[in-house]
Each structure stands twice: as C-alpha cells, then as structure tokens.
C-alpha cells in the first residue's frame, strides 16, 4: 500500500503481519506455467467488507462514474479490497492503440454487456514518444480519454505501464531511438536504461495523477503494473537481472498511487508488488502468490493464440476458457484477464516482428469488434454463475473432496447459512456421474458445474446454451478502376556509394519505413562472363532478415523472406550479367522489430554478404565492394498514397499483372449500411495499404501457411476512416495484378443454437434474493434455444432446423438418422420475423406422434439469418 507518510506505510505493514488473512482453497499447487505479472504497491487492506452477490452487484463500478472513497485500494490473501469491500473482478484486455477513438465507446459498451468490470491496457511508449522528448497523446493515442470512457462504462482499470510491453507490438513499446542511447541496455540493472525508464514511468503516474484516474481519487484505475514476463529473461542478466527487478519494483512503490502495483510471471516480485500468473491455465499452473498475504491474481487468459504471417489458422474453446476460469475462481482466484477481449488491429507499421495486422481475431470481441459466439456469450454466462456465488466464495471457508479418480469437488460454506461448489470431471474424454451431499450430477468431459447453492446446477462450461454465431464477408465493391506507378528502381546512379560495406538494417532505417536500397555495381569483362547459354550467374545473398527484393540491371530477378521462427535466409536466383557496368540493387525490408527475449537492443537484421557465382573468373565476394544506402522508397517520401501527393508521379492504366515494386491506386464509394468494412486482397503478394492517406497495416498474401492459404486475407478498414468517396492506394512488392480486390462489408448475421435435453437453463433466468438462490418470475429452466438478432435485426430465414441428433457447427449443421420431420416449421413458427425468440427442446413440441428414437437425449440445432 502506498501511502504519503513512510510512519503509516510501516504501521500498515505490521498490522498485515499480524491480522487473520482469507485462507485459500485446498489443494496441490503445480509448476507454474506463467509466474507473475505487473507490480504492485498496494499492501494491507485490513478486514473489508465484502460485495454482495446478486446479479446487479457484480462488484463492477455502477452507474457511470462512480467515486470510490479516497483511500488506497488495499489487498489480503482473499482479493483486492476496493472501496473497502473485497471484489471478484473479471477483466478484458483492450489496447487504445488498436483501434480508432470511435470505436471505442461501442467495444467497451460490448465488453460491460459481456460481464467484464475491469479493463487491462497497456501504455505504449513509442507512440507517446517516437522522438525524444516528443510527446503525443491524441486521436486513439488519447490514453487519458480511453480511462475515462472505461469509468463512464462502470468498468475499473488496469494500467500496464510496461515501459517493455511485448505485446506483440513493434519494439515491445520501446522507442528506437532508446537503443541508441550510448552505454545503454534495455531492462537491466543499468544507468543510462533505469534514468529513461524513470523518466517515462513518473510522466505517464503523474499524468494520471493530474487527471485525478486513481481510485483513491475517485478514478477507475485499481492498479498499475511495472515490467513485463521479465522472469523469462531474467536470467540473461545475472545479477545485474536480480538488482534490476528490486529497483523497479521501488520506483513503483514509490510514485505513491494509492494502488497494487503487480509484476506478471515474476516469482520473486519484491514486497509489497503482487506475483501474477500469465497462461492458458493458471488455476493448475499457477504456483501461486509469493507473500501469503497477497491475492491469487491472473493477468493474462490466452483467449486464442496471436497470428505471425505465414501461421495457420489456430483456436481456442470457448469451454477451455470457461474451464480454466472457473478452476481459479474455485481454488481462491481474485480476478481474471482475457488476454484479449478485442485484439484490435495493427495499422501502419505498428506490429512486431511477421506479426500480422489482425491481432487476437478469435478473442470474445473479434477484430471488427464484433461479438465472436459463443466466445462472448459463454463467458458473460460464466461471470452471472460466479457472481452468483461471490459473497460465499470471498467469506466462505473452503474444502476440496475427491469423488473419483478424475472427479472433484471445491466448495465454500458458512455452515447453516451459504455454499456454493464447483463439481468438476478433469477426465478430456468421457462424461461421469457422482454423487455428492446426496445427489447425483452428471458431469461432460473436462467439464466444471457451477452450484451457487451446493444443490443446483445453473452452469456448466462445456455446456453452452448462449447463442452461436457465424461471420460473413459481403462483396461492397470489386472490378474497380485500378491506375498504376511503378517506383523507381534505385541503382548507383541514384544512390553512389557511401559506405565501403553493407549497414546493418536496423540502424539505418531506425524505425522510420520498412525499406532502404543498398545499391553496387560491378564490371565485367568477357573472359567474366560464362560461355555457354545455359550457364547463368546465380546472385547468391545470406540475410539475417526479414525480407528482399533484388535487381540486377533495373531487371528483378526474385525476392526471399525469413520467418517469425527463423528471421534469417539466403537469397540464391540468377541474374541476366552484361559487358561493362552491371548494377546490383537490392531492396532490404523489416517487418516490425522485435518484440521479446534478452538483449533486444543488440538484435540485428540485413544483408551480410553478397557473392556472384558461376563466372569464368570464379565465386566474385562483393561485400565490401562499396555500397550506397538510402531509406525509404521515392513514393513513401512523395506521399503517394494521398490524393495530393499522388499527383507528384505519372500513373498510366492497370492492365495485367504489374512489375516488382509497383503503386496501385483507386477509389471506392463508402459501402451502405453500418457494418465494418473491410479489402480482400485476393491477387496480391507482400505490402501496405492506405485509405484516404490511412495505412491501415501491412499485407503479405504470398506468405502462405503449410495449409497452402494465406495467413490474413482480408483487412479492415474502419468506418471512422471512410468518406463517401474513398482514395485506396496499395504498395505491392511483387508482380501482382489488383483486379481482384475487393471492398466488403462484415457481419455477423447468421446466429446459431445447439441446445441438448440435459443441458441447464439459461443462467441469466437466476438470481440471489435475501442470499437465496431464486429463478425470475415466469422464466422456464427447460433447455430452450435462445436466439437474438445483432443490430435490432430480425430473423429474415431460417436456414437450417434439425431435432433428434443433429451434427456440425454454426454455418455447417447436417441432419442426423433420428430427425423430427417437423422441425424447421416449428422454428420459423417461434421466430421468423422476430428479433429474438426462444424455442424449448420439448419432444412433444417437435414429435406430434410420438418420439422415434426414445433412446437418444435429444439435441435442438437451429441456423438462422439475420437482416433488416
């Protein structure tokens, strides 16, 4: 706990050694998969109350901007203590960055709707400060405006000041021009790193300070972390790691917040910072806090796995997320952070190294901030079940009791008054039955029951009776009028040379484009040259990355590309050689810097050598042949991709496929409607695209995963960057052809439901009243189909209805061998025209005759259409 005064700090402290702690739940700790996260200043809390547990007191913040009293947010074994009442708290990741200013109100709208009352961002330190001493915090860089809207959501904040972030973020959120601070290494015990360090962590605390964003003042943010997973590295830096990590948890604690600093996967996080846990499963690996009074606290729940180019398409269950939360919520978790919530997306040349534009598409919200169901919807059904049973979990006093070799129940009781368990079948294949307190549960595969009562079931995380949902891309635009300019190739001419050797890449571009020209040229004579026509110079070009283009006597002649995994390859193609004067041009790329591991600032990319084969006068090292080296391409410095600075170069119509290096440029009439927009960039191989003078990110078509697709294919454009007549400008590094481009628009109109006879009712039809469990008057808890148009929709088609044992997925349902003939009739019955509609699974509404296939649990799967 921070506080002014060193006298109450020490008061505080003796006292938290002295008082009676929460205890947690039972139960063998395992290695850590994570460790923990972010640090914390934040200490003794005292006692507490604690916040109730009926559905409208989620322990979020209610109504607007509410004020929290003005005193440190404290903590104890059990929890954070906030507003003097301990707290569950269910948190999102959602980075500013990621998304313009505009979208901003709707996703956090989404992500209260979604049962989330914490909102978990980083602070990214290159784009506040890209030049020294430069600050900005503007548009979506507005980190101010982003906390505030958190609070008018009634949501709390967590402040991730970093200044390493990783975050798959170009750099980790390190400016460049840190890494060329003389003497200089990054996240070590060492002066010239620890004096900016320093510098940025104080601006960015007294900023939020000023702007009153503390919960002591009365702001939505309840804590800060400093570092970031530094534990992986930590290693590396021997003593110097181990002094380091002391000396940020004291500039943390010591810029006097009034809240919990925390540091993620930190073990040995000094007092009074909090240890977190980062991983898929912390509730199994977490080995827990390293101070038994500190709070169990998870900072980042992998809600899918972050795409680099050239990965294939990965996921994550939504039943796996449901699982691992309510396993750490019942063995003592304080709070939860889906890493992310809504990834948002990397426009301009922000993401790190091959990470691709679109970041954590599969996340709750999905790039276009759209809700992914069952993803979202699951989940808000998972945090009603916990809160459900918040009061009993936070002053219950826990047990744990084996009922099988994969069965298990944790509980927490107030004998005679409150219980509330959490059954669960750690088996990940068959379901299993058990009897517990007197009754019999029947528990799915890998699956946990939630027990707000120790009685009665109202969820179970394999058990998904929310809404399905499926995406559609529709065509807005295609066949546009494409116009082209070919960027000049650069030679010795253009570029003589200045260095004797090759520069390294990084340094020379110092993070201001992704390209730079390193030009030579070399004479040969004809006892140079092969004599047979079937012998060919091979150019022969090791790199240590990322990409290249190369060109020999203006002509290209191939391009190669290393990897996320392996950034390093070798260029090898032959090349057409003349008499005399043969100029060598190559066109060296990064894909965003690195963004993780030890001794960042030491990582080098480029061209290491360059070498001619196959000449009569043998292998030719050109090396140190003198090179001339310039940055960034004609068109970048002309701004080509404005409607102004196109008009600096000669564009001619786009027929065919293009040579290497070639400016594309269209336009497009804003598509109707208000659904997301996004380009298809079908056709097309590796570079940037703009929207009215807006680099909306990289693209890389030609990159394909071992599945032979690309990686990312479609690309948003945001509404806020659309007029009603747009300006579309493509830089393409390889021969392509635009023609099949298109513009379209994206929805998520086609809702789902695949409800079984056995599943629970819908948890939203529960509540706590006077601390009992009670059901909302009039409300059914029969398995029933619920479906909801987005957008005020209605349910215009229903496209498929199966009853019995139907199969698939939302957007691929097939007809089982027991099928009620009836089915589709029934359901256009309940819900054609509708915005939304419930449909029971009641046999005897689907078999009018009686059931002909009474040995089967029946299964209700509907695909509907959405449309105005």
């Known amino acids: ?476 635009s295609k066949q546009m009028n494409w116009e082209m300019s070919p960027e000049p190739i650069a030679t010795v001419a253009q570029i003589p040379s200045n260095s004797r050797e090759m520069q390294e890449l990084y340094g020379l571009l110092k993070d201001t484009t992704d390209y730079a020209w390193y030009t030579t040229s070399i004479d040969l004579s004809p006892y140079d040259l092969p004599m047979k026509e079937t012998i060919r110079p091979v150019v022969r070009i090791p790199s240590l990355g990322h990409a290249m283009a190369v060109f020999v006597n203006d002509e290209y002649i191939g391009s190669q590309h290393g990897s996320h995994a392996e950034k390093g390859f070798v260029f090898e193609a032959p090349a057409k050689m003349k008499l005399g004067a043969n100029h060598i041009s190559l066109l060296c790329m990064v894909v965003g810097l690195p963004d993780s591991g030890a001794y960042m600032e030491h990582r080098y990319a480029g061209p290491r050598s360059v070498t001619i084969l196959g000449l009569n006068t043998g292998t030719i090292d050109l090396s140190a042949n003198g090179w001339g080296h310039r940055t960034g391409l004609n068109g970048e410095k002309l701004e080509v991709y404005t409607e102004k600075g196109a008009q600096k170069v000669k564009w001619t119509k786009a027929t065919g496929k293009g040579r290497a290096l070639t400016w594309y440029k269209t336009s497009f009439d804003a598509p109707s409607g208000r659904d997301p927009c996004a380009i298809r960039m079908t056709g097309m191989g590796k570079g940037m695209v703009w929207v009215n003078g807006i680099s909306i990110g990289r693209h890389w078509m030609s990159f394909l995963s071992p599945l032979g697709q690309p990686t990312q294919t479609e690309y948003h454009i945001p509404r806020a960057f659309i007029k009603p007549k747009n300006f579309l400008v493509v830089l393409e590094e390889e021969p392509a052809d635009p023609k099949d481009i298109e513009i379209v628009t994206v929805n998520r109109d086609t809702i789902c439901s695949l409800i079984r006879q056995d599943y629970p009712g819908h948890v939203k039809y529960w509540d706590r009243k006077g601390g009992k469990l009670t059901t909302a008057p009039g409300k059914s808890l029969q398995p029933a189909a619920l479906l909801n148009c987005p957008n005020y929709k209605k349910i215009s088609a229903i496209e498929f209805a199966g009853y019995g044992n139907p199969d698939g997925f939302c957007g691929a349902f097939k007809l089982g061998q027991c099928n009620a003939p009836e089915a589709k009739k029934v359901v256009e019955d309940h819900c054609l025209g509708k915005i939304s509609c419930t449909v029971p699974n009641d046999p005897s509404l689907f078999f009018k005759s009686g059931d002909p296939c009474p040995g089967i649990k029946k299964t209700l799967a509907i695909q509907a259409a959405c449309s105005f």
């Open 1 to 476: 706990m921070v506080v002014p005064s060193q006298r109450v700090l020490l008061i505080s402290f003796l006292l938290l050694l002295v008082s009676t702690t929460l205890i947690h739940a039972k139960g063998d700790k395992p290695k850590p998969e994570g460790g923990g996260m972010a640090a914390g200043d934040g200490g003794d809390g005292g006692d507490g109350e604690v916040a109730g547990d009926s559905t409208t007191d989620d322990g979020a913040v209610q109504g607007g901007k509410k004020q929290l009293a003005h005193g440190p947010v404290t903590y104890d074994a059990r929890s954070l203590i906030i507003d003097g009442k301990h707290e569950l708290l269910f948190s999102g990741s959602i980075h500013y960055p990621r998304s313009p200013v505009e979208m901003w109100p709707d996703i956090l709208k989404k992500a209260k709707q979604g049962g989330l009352n914490v909102i978990q961002t980083y602070v990214f330190w290159n784009i506040h400060e890209p030049v020294q001493g430069k600050w900005e915090f503007e548009g979506n860089y507005d980190l101010v405006k982003f906390i505030r809207l958190i609070q008018e959501n009634g949501m709390y904040a967590t402040l991730r000041v970093g200044p390493f972030i990783q975050a798959e973020w170009n750099h980790g959120g390190l400016p460049y021009w840190l890494r060329e601070v003389p003497g200089i290494t990054f996240r070590s015990d060492n002066e010239p790193y620890k004096k900016h360090m320093e510098q940025y962590v104080t601006k960015i605390m007294k900023m939020m300070k000023d702007e009153k964003l503390f919960a002591p003042q009365g702001g939505p943010i309840i804590l800060a972390q400093i570092e970031n997973e530094y534990n992986q590295i930590q290693l590396a830096y021997r003593e110097l790691g181990d002094t380091y990590v002391q000396w940020a948890a004291k500039l943390a604690v010591g810029q006097n917040i009034g809240v919990p600093w925390i540091m993620c996967k930190q073990k040995d996080a000094p007092d009074p910072v909090i240890n977190t846990c980062n991983g898929r499963h912390c509730g199994d690996t977490f080995s827990g806090p390293n101070k038994p009074n500190k709070p169990a606290l998870w900072t980042e729940n992998w809600t899918a796995q972050y795409r680099v180019f050239g990965d294939p398409p990965s996921q994550r269950a939504a039943e796996d997320i449901a699982f691992s939360v309510a396993r750490f919520f019942s063995k003592g978790g304080a709070l939860t952070n889906y890493y992310m919530y809504h990834g948002g997306t990397n426009f301009g040349r922000t993401s790190a190294v091959f990470t691709t534009t679109r970041y954590y598409d599969e996340a709750p919200l999905d790039e276009y901030a759209l809700q992914r169901d069952p993803k979202w919807s699951h989940l808000k059904d998972l945090h009603k079940a916990i809160n459900l049973c918040k009061k009993t979990l936070l002053t219950g006093t826990p047990g744990d009791q084996r009922l099988g070799e994969e069965t298990e129940v944790r509980f927490y009781e107030k004998p005679g008054t409150e219980c509330a368990a959490f059954i669960a079948n750690n088996h990940s294949t068959m379901e299993a039955t058990v009897n517990w307190r007197g009754q019999k549960f029947l528990l799915p595969p890998a699956s946990i029951s939630i027990l707000p009562d120790c009685k009665t079931v109202i969820f179970n995380t394999q058990q998904i009776v929310s809404q399905h949902n499926s995406r559609n891309f529709v065509t807005a």
